[in-house]
């Protein structure tokens, strides 16, 4: 008796989950035009594949119109306050045959002029001196990018300034001022 009833209730289950899958994505199985799409042959595929090849993507993060050359980092590097190196100068130093910048500490700031690169040094707001210097590609092995040093250059009575900036590195040789003339 026991398995008449669990064989009847096995065939009543059965039968009534039948009734509500009716409709449902399994009455579409093992058919090809499934939501009535046809199928693709393989010279066709090929032909979408080539299509596809020779079209570059466009960037939607960088707006219609507009260039973007530089990298976020170099983006976030010029939002920054400007803040000057400083140098102390421990010699006078002859710039001109008529001008001597003396001992002190002064605060650098580059510039290009017409290609030229000139290192301008303040005291407060007030331009203590111009130099120009020569423009390369070295960083002189500086950890930071904003610097200026006074450095030997290897010859008697000369100093060599390096300056590094996000824009430029430069140099210039100077003559050390004698004593007499200052």
Same mark, same amino acid.
Request: aromatic share 10%; hydrophobic share 35%; glycine share 6%.
């Given at each position: 008796m026991k398995n008449i009833i669990v064989i009847l209730f096995i065939i009543i289950f059965t039968i009534g989950t039948a009734s509500y899958a009716d409709g449902d994505l399994w009455d579409n199985f093992g058919d090809q035009n499934v939501y009535g799409q046809e199928p693709v042959s393989d010279e066709d595929f090929e032909k979408a594949l080539e299509s596809k090849k020779g079209k570059k993507k466009r960037n939607k993060n960088i707006p219609k119109g507009e260039e973007f050359r530089q990298s976020n980092e170099t983006d976030t590097i010029n939002k920054m306050p400007e803040s000057l190196p400083i140098i102390c100068v421990? +010699?006078?130093?002859?710039? %001109?045959?008529? +001008?001597?910048?003396p001992v002190g500490h002064y605060q650098a700031k580059g510039e290009l002029r %017409? *290609?030229?690169p000139i290192i301008q040094l303040y005291q407060s707001q007030n331009l203590m001196a111009e130099i120009p210097a020569i423009e390369t590609n070295d960083d002189f092995n500086e950890p930071e990018i904003n610097f200026i040093k006074m450095i030997d250059s290897g010859k008697e009575n000369q100093v060599k300034f390096i300056f *590094?900036?996000?824009?430029? %590195? +430069?140099?210039a040789i100077l003559e050390i001022a004698n004593q007499d003339n200052y």
């Amino acid at each position: 008796m026991k398995n008449i009833i669990v064989i009847l209730f096995i065939i009543i289950f059965t039968i009534g989950t039948a009734s509500y899958a009716d409709g449902d994505l399994w009455d579409n199985f093992g058919d090809q035009n499934v939501y009535g799409q046809e199928p693709v042959s393989d010279e066709d595929f090929e032909k979408a594949l080539e299509s596809k090849k020779g079209k570059k993507k466009r960037n939607k993060n960088i707006p219609k119109g507009e260039e973007f050359r530089q990298s976020n980092e170099t983006d976030t590097i010029n939002k920054m306050p400007e803040s000057l190196p400083i140098i102390c100068v421990s +010699a006078p130093i002859k710039l %001109n045959k008529t +001008a001597i910048l003396p001992v002190g500490h002064y605060q650098a700031k580059g510039e290009l002029r %017409n *290609g030229t690169p000139i290192i301008q040094l303040y005291q407060s707001q007030n331009l203590m001196a111009e130099i120009p210097a020569i423009e390369t590609n070295d960083d002189f092995n500086e950890p930071e990018i904003n610097f200026i040093k006074m450095i030997d250059s290897g010859k008697e009575n000369q100093v060599k300034f390096i300056f *590094g900036s996000v824009d430029f %590195n +430069a140099y210039a040789i100077l003559e050390i001022a004698n004593q007499d003339n200052y």
